[in-house]
């Protein structure tokens, strides 16, 4: 019994050395760091330093193969899942259709949209049509020397659709602008005393039940302290998101980017509540009905 005992403590010990490795170390600096073609180190030395940085280019050879002309080309005829509104702050409402028949709609500009038609963090897509390949490819050579498990994820919306207030846990999470712009809303980690953190379930992330563009005062008063830097982010950038900032994100013009994320095992380790809560998610015993991904 004591030799279980000392084991559990260890494994407990080395548990919570992981967490504040991988996750509990935080930069408050609103210094936001701009570099071009940076080489293998000096992205390893940004994500060390787990400040916000934007990183220019590295796509520029990417940036056609995702355009949406040759989205539709390959998959027009793809369901995909539509959000009607800011998930993160309102109740959910999803709306399946084509990708040919979303393109179209949200490109016709005698089309008023007054909701939000947000094609967001589609975690299949890319996967599906091996658009995902070049990603991993590319990125495998500033990421070479560590095993990560990576994923990608895309973002397409109209002009004026957006990303509610939240931030992620991701251990490497870059936002590829692949076109259009957006302006992007971040508030360090220092900031989460006014953020009114949300009980609304998002896989990977905490909601706050601010909205950020119309903003009830009398409800969630602190929110006027919270301190916040914007940025503009153009095609061909990356923005490096560090785990725990808070961020929202407005789309300017037609607009297209690309999350691209990175684990390692370790930092995973230190996710495995979040990943009972997703199992249990999945099976309806947690959060039903209370969620990004499920219509109210």
């Avoid at 548990?15 to 170390?25: C, G």
């Avoid at 947000?118 to 020397?145: A, I, R, T, V």
């Avoid at 508030?187 to 563009?213: C, E, H, R, T």
């Avoid at 982010?233 to 990356?238: A, E, K, S």
Wanted: glycine share 4%.
């Amino acid at each position: 019994m004591k030799k279980i005992i000392i084991s559990l403590i260890i494994i407990l010990v080395i548990y919570f050395i992981l967490v504040f490795k991988y996750q509990l170390r935080l930069n408050n600096d609103y210094t936001i760091q701009q570099v071009d073609n940076p080489n293998y180190q000096i992205i390893e030395n940004i994500i060390e330093s787990r400040s916000p940085t934007i990183i220019t280019g590295l796509l520029n050879n990417l940036l056609s193969l995702y355009q949406l002309n040759n989205l539709v080309d390959i998959g027009c005829n793809d369901t995909i899942t539509i959000k009607k509104n800011i998930v993160e702050q309102e109740e959910t409402i999803l709306l399946d259709m084509t990708l040919k028949q979303y393109i179209d709609f949200i490109t016709n500009k005698q089309n008023k949209i007054n909701k939000n038609y947000y094609w967001s963090e589609d975690l299949d897509f890319l996967k599906k049509h091996s658009l995902d390949k070049p990603l991993h490819q590319f990125f495998s050579n500033y990421f070479q020397n560590t095993k990560l498990f990576s994923s990608t994820a895309l973002w397409i919306g109209p002009n004026g659709s957006k990303t509610g207030l939240h931030y992620d846990l991701d251990y490497i999470n870059l936002l590829c602008q692949i076109s259009g712009k957006k302006k992007i809303y971040l508030f360090s980690p220092s900031q989460q005393q006014y953020m009114y953190i949300s009980n609304k379930y998002d896989p990977g992330a905490k909601l706050s039940m601010v909205d950020f563009w119309n903003q009830d005062l009398q409800q969630y008063p602190l929110f006027k302290e919270a301190k916040y830097i914007e940025i503009i982010l153009n095609p061909g950038q990356i923005l490096v998101i560090p785990p725990y900032w808070w961020h929202c994100v407005e789309n300017i013009d037609t607009n297209i980017a690309i999350s691209y994320r990175l684990e390692t095992p370790f930092s995973i380790i230190t996710k495995t509540p979040e990943l009972g809560k997703l199992i249990l998610h999945k099976c309806g015993l947690y959060k039903n009905k209370n969620c990004i991904c499920c219509n109210k």
